[in-house]
């Protein structure tokens, strides 16, 4: 069937076994909830005891907010499937609890956060909680240092090359952080008054070289259980903890791209603050803690752990961040941290100098070793 608010109710009594959370006479409540531009999702609840619900995730077969002439794969929640079950066995207590995944609807059934908030929303708001950045840099770092090719047996790593050979989502990721914004796209879009540094950058043969090296590691690194799309607005906040959501994009590759991805969208914060410098220290104490975090859970998964291997992740994490950074101001998928802002020359001066930094990140990834030397070219 097709799922929508008229059909959800014959789909949950028809999964009743399998879900296991509403009586099976329970009167529902359901509300599509999120803005997602892939997938619907929705709320479902006990009308007599609201407190008892779940969240539904469904995925149509094709890109939700383009419609049925753009297709695209359900089996992109049978990699959110698995990665649920990857974070729920490494890291428990960090992503939603999943109660039921039907392949055949496409139909992801897990646990309500409904009392969270985005952490996007909040730095937006200028609450920077260092807390979260630590949380999910050790969230990272245990997931990556558990499936990590050179931690564990060749067996193991098959095994997760095999479950995450995500190839349609990582193609989509290839397209639109890497090549796209730097060519002539139709999806491309940006501020007016930017239009020359943005022509700038794509004359730019040695960021052009840069970014083609970085996709091919992007492509071809097979390193760990990547979240692959791990930003702000991928993390929950609900009770001082941080949940991570949307996995569709899980696949077994560069560690770094997390990293990189989830570093941009708090660089992205610290310039939208222009000008409030307790709000700028805070994230880029926030960015430190991060890489702190994740380099412990590395070292404690391997005290032996070789520092190259740890250089080698920063220095892709770094030039990884840069091209998210300048997706996120002349690609096809903005953020709402600068796209909010009313007055259009301080938007403009936010942007230009955004685009300058994740520009040198990308031309300079590889002569970066160090987070101080990172956070220092903020100043």
């Known amino acids: 069937m097709e799922l929508n608010l008229t059909t959800l109710p014959d789909y949950l009594r028809q999964r009743h076994a399998e879900i296991r959370v509403f009586e099976p006479e329970a009167e529902l409540r359901i509300e599509e909830i999120g803005d997602g531009n892939l997938n619907t999702v929705y709320r479902v609840s006990d009308a007599a005891r609201p407190a008892r619900s779940l969240v539904l995730k469904h995925a149509p077969p094709y890109i939700k907010i383009l419609g049925p002439d753009y297709p695209l794969s359900t089996e992109r929640l049978t990699f959110e499937s698995r990665a649920l079950d990857v974070y729920n066995r490494l890291a428990s207590g960090t992503v939603p609890v999943l109660y039921d995944f039907d ?66 989502m990582q193609s989509i990721t290839a397209d639109y952080v890497f090549t796209f914004p730097f060519t002539e796209h139709e999806t491309n879009f940006w501020t007016p008054g930017l239009a020359p540094d943005v022509q700038h950058l794509k004359a730019d043969t040695g960021f052009l070289r840069q970014a083609e090296h970085l996709k091919r590691i992007f492509l071809t690194a097979q390193q760990g259980v990547t979240h692959g799309d791990l930003h702000t607005g991928s993390v929950l906040v609900q009770d001082n903890t941080a949940k991570v959501i949307d996995a569709e994009f899980a696949f077994y590759g560069p560690v770094g791209f997390d990293l990189g991805l989830y570093w941009a969208n708090y660089f992205l914060s610290y310039f939208s603050h222009q000008g409030n410098l307790s709000v700028q220290s805070a994230l880029k104490t926030a960015v430190v803690q991060v890489w702190d975090t994740y380099t412990a859970e ?26 998210e950074m300048l997706r996120r101001l002349i690609g096809a998928a903005h953020v709402k941290d600068i796209e909010g802002i009313v007055d259009l020359s301080r938007k403009l001066s936010v942007e230009s100098a955004a685009l300058q930094f994740g520009t040198t990140l990308v031309k300079q990834h590889r002569s970066l070793r160090d987070v101080a030397v990172l956070i220092a070219m903020l100043s």
């Open 103 to 168: 392949v055949d609807a496409a139909v992801i059934a897990m646990e309500d956060l409904r009392d969270a908030y985005v952490l996007r929303d909040a730095l937006i708001a200028g609450t920077v909680d260092t807390a979260i950045a630590e949380q999910v840099g050790r969230f990272m770092g245990i997931v990556h240092s558990h499936t990590y090719v050179d931690n564990i047996g060749a067996a193991t790593a098959q095994h997760y090359r095999q479950q995450f050979a995500n190839a349609t």
């Open 298 to 323: 590395f070292t404690m998964t391997d005290a032996g752990l070789k520092s190259e291997m740890l250089e080698n992740i920063f220095q892709d994490a770094v030039g990884f961040a840069g091209l």
